[in-house]
């Protein structure tokens, strides 16, 4: 009996699911067949918040926000436009003041307009709800990915996306699917780093967090996702954000497109595009990777959305256009549904009517698009509550989603070096702490914190504690003292630095016990971003090397959102600690690691590189090793990395043995079963992080080095010993062959525990 009722509540359960997709469907065709064609390319438009706010021009407004009755009825009525993003002035607003601005937007689309259809707001919240005081700010998401722990990552979202609703918006551009695979980008990040698998997990963790178990977001605790950026974003030739990219189908389909398939089966429910170019084609304007790929291949049913004036740039930029008109056509015939514009509005949307009227583009490709953002719009349940009330969410910014911050940050921040196990400090040191980033919120968060480049962070985060400030209040106020040495130049470009006070870190240095010493670079994003020289700046090296005359020893904390290249000054340290860009609680999880409290078990996402001309992703090919032996043709070695991907030191000592592979021969449907023994040798409680690699030892195309297959972060006490097992179907072994298929070819393969390697047969 108990079966069939659990049988019967599957079938209710799928047919209760059918039909409120069979419902959305029926409201949207029924809206859609009573619009006209204004009203449907309306819908397609996304404006910029500052378009219709009181103000001196469209690009800046007026402090504090006031909606503007003309604009916001030009553009909301007589152009009918349906989405919103962004804020105003690029800086925080509190929840009141989103909610009652978007209330505001939210009565000219409804009570104003025919159809009565709402705006569908939208922002870029991708570390925390980053346009609002007072939100939780998380690790960044390669900080999260360094803790290799999925779970983090879906606290991050599920905190993000309570408090975004709070504040009346209920979708945002993110995550980050992006592969990080050049240290020289931008955005790295805001990426999970340079390894497909890693994106894969902890994209569908993200994804899951935002939209809920169910992807229900009609949820008034969830938002839609919107994967990005879609595709091959950061594998660009110059390092340089929005430049072109070459790269083989077979490669795209690999390393770039497998993270957004597996999005994609978790329900993701829009994506933006990649805003730079694929093989000389923009891909706005690539219908072949939309349509062909994304829609008919991935089997994407949700709402492409361009990037930030992404279909202007084929005619200003790319060159691909002859006019602004000619942009418009190519790029939503080759499947974007709605346009960030984010400012001339108006000209996109007469454009794309004279083009319906003129046949170039087809009502059925209007329709086609106005019926996903619609069916959005219902799924979001706009229609029934169109803005999120921030006072019926006490959980905003609460030491709840504070603790599941500190966790990330604690689980994340990895310790590179330690020699002579010089961490934890013991005792009651006297401890200088001295570098630009030491006393600095700013840099602990990187960009997208409270503004778009992360520079008004220090005004939104003062009841924080900056590294400085943690390490005080862990050791004492009379024990640790602060001099910068360096400081970043008020005003100037990111990479702007000033010397101040060397000589007095110098002269302090010499009464301490120990100097932690706070290198890494200030806050930015996409083209503000861009660099020519990848080492860090001179100035830093400087007091590095000026404190290191002293012979105390030197902890060395990197606080950076990529690799710069420090070669030149490791030797000099007595430990390395990688924070990355924690958020507002990595200065307390750092502390917490120096003095013992917390053991360190994060591990790179990324290859460090030890060199300006040793930029290469762990999974390289054979030819591209980088050996010392001056002038030999001799294919051996390793790639010349200061520290390798998934390294990192932790204060338990760990011990692998009786690693085995369950047989040596695999046929095509089989599955490798691998277990190995992991043993704490040590005093200390700790997590490891168990990795499996795959290596093809030949294939038809040169293979790859190695390939990670499948981890696992466990916590092991002190003298425990825990047997980890991984089955890892044979079909993912496979690679793209040079027709994009594909395959797992018979032969030799290898499987990498540690230190530890079997060989198979795959036949």
């Known amino acids: 009996m108990r079966y069939f009722f659990i049988i019967l509540l599957f079938i209710c359960s799928c047919t209760s699911n059918t039909t409120e997709v069979s ?85 000219y689309s409804i009570d104003s307009t025919r159809m009565k259809v709402p705006v569908i707001y939208g922002i870029d919240a991708i570390h925390g709800t980053t346009y609002t005081a007072g939100a939780t700010m998380f690790p960044q998401q390669i900080t999260t990915a360094a803790s290799w722990n999925e779970e983090n990552a879906y606290n991050m979202a599920l905190v993000c996306a309570y408090e975004t609703r709070a504040s009346g918006i209920p979708w945002n551009f993110s995550p980050v699917l992006d592969l990080g695979l050049d240290p020289r980008f931008p955005r790295q990040f805001e990426t999970f780093g340079e390894d497909p698998l890693i994106v894969e997990r902890f994209g569908k963790a993200m994804i899951r967090g935002y939209q809920g178990e169910n992807n229900d977001i009609s949820n008034k605790y969830s938002v839609a996702a919107c994967m990005k950026h879609f595709v091959g974003y950061h594998a660009v030739i110059s390092g340089k954000d929005r430049t072109p990219a070459y790269i083989p189908d077979n490669v795209l389909s690999e390393y770039h497109i497998e993270p957004f398939k597996k999005a994609i089966e978790a329900g993701a429910k829009t994506v933006m595009i990649n805003s730079g170019l694929i093989n000389g084609v923009p891909v706005h304007a690539d219908y072949n990777l939309m349509i062909n790929v994304l829609r008919n291949k991935l089997g994407f049913e949700g709402v492409i959305l361009t990037d930030w004036e992404d279909i202007r740039k ?282 013992g409290r917390v053991n360190p078990s994060g591990k790179l996402p990324y290859s460090y590189p030890a060199y300006p001309n040793s930029l290469l992703p762990y999974y390289y090919k054979p030819s591209e090793v980088q050996n010392n032996a001056q002038g030999a043709y001799n294919y051996v070695g390793e790639v010349n990395n200061l520290y390798e991907f998934g390294y990192g030191l932790s204060y338990s000592d760990f011990k692998y043995s009786n690693f085995a592979v369950s047989k040596d021969t695999f046929a095509l449907s089989d599955t490798i079963n691998v277990g190995v023994f992991v043993t704490n040798d040590s005093d200390i409680d700790g997590y490891e992080t168990i990795q499996v690699y795959s290596s093809d030892l030949y294939a038809s195309i040169t293979p790859d080095i190695k390939r990670l297959r499948d981890f696992s972060k466990v916590h092991i006490k002190a003298g425990e010993t825990k047997r980890l097992s991984f089955s890892i179907p044979v079909s993912e072994l496979e690679f793209y062959n040079i027709d994009n298929v594909p395959v797992v070819e018979e032969g030799r393969f290898k499987i990498t525990i540690n230190d530890n390697v079997k060989e198979i047969y795959i036949r």
């Open 23 to 107: 419902n959305v469907d029926s409201k949207v065709q029924d809206i859609l067949s009573k619009m006209t064609l204004e009203e449907k390319v309306g819908q397609m438009a996304q404006i910029n918040l500052t378009v219709i706010a009181k103000g001196p021009n469209k690009w800046g407004s007026s402090f504090p926000l006031e909606i503007d009755p003309k604009k916001a009825k030009k553009a909301l009525v007589d152009f009918k436009v349906g989405s919103v993003l962004n804020t105003i002035n690029n800086t925080a607003q509190n929840t009141e003041t989103w909610y009652k601005t978007i209330t505001e937007i939210q009565k």
């Open 314 to 595: 084929l005619h200003d930029r790319d060159k691909v256009a002859k006019n602004q008109k000619e942009a418009i056509k190519m790029a939503i015939n080759a499947g974007i549904d709605m346009s960030m514009i984010p400012y001339e509005y108006e000209h996109f949307i007469k454009n794309l009517i004279a083009l319906v009227k003129e046949g170039e583009v087809s009502i059925e490709r209007i329709d086609d698009a106005v019926m996903r953002i619609l069916k959005l719009k219902f799924e979001l349940d706009l229609f029934n509550n169109p803005v999120t009330n921030f006072e019926e969410y006490e959980d905003f910014g609460s030491k709840k989603h504070h603790q599941l911050a500190y966790k990330a940050a604690s689980e994340s921040i990895t310790l590179l070096k330690n020699d002579d196990n010089i961490l934890p400090l013991k005792g009651n040191p006297r401890i200088l702490v001295t570098g630009p980033n030491a006393d600095n919120m700013r840099t602990l968060n990187g960009a997208w914190t409270y503004s778009w480049q992360g520079d008004l962070t220090d005004d939104f985060a003062g009841d924080y504690n900056t590294i400085f400030e943690a390490i005080r209040n862990n050791f004492g106020s009379s024990n640790v003292k602060y001099v910068p040495g360096v400081t970043y130049r008020k005003g100037g470009n990111y990479y702007d630095l000033d010397e101040v006070d060397i000589s007095k870190a110098v002269q302090e240095a010499r009464r301490s016990d120990y100097i932690v010493l706070c290198l890494g670079e200030n806050t930015y994003t996409e083209k503000p971003g861009d660099l020519n020289d990848l080492n860090i700046h001179k100035l830093q090296t400087k007091l590095a090397i000026e404190l290191s005359k002293t012979g105390k020893p030197i902890i060395l904390i990197l606080n950076l959102g990529r690799p710069r290249l420090i070669s030149d000054i490791e030797p000099l340290m007595s430990a390395v600690v990688n924070v990355y860009l924690p958020g507002n609680f990595g200065a307390d999880a750092l502390s917490d690691i120096i003095s």
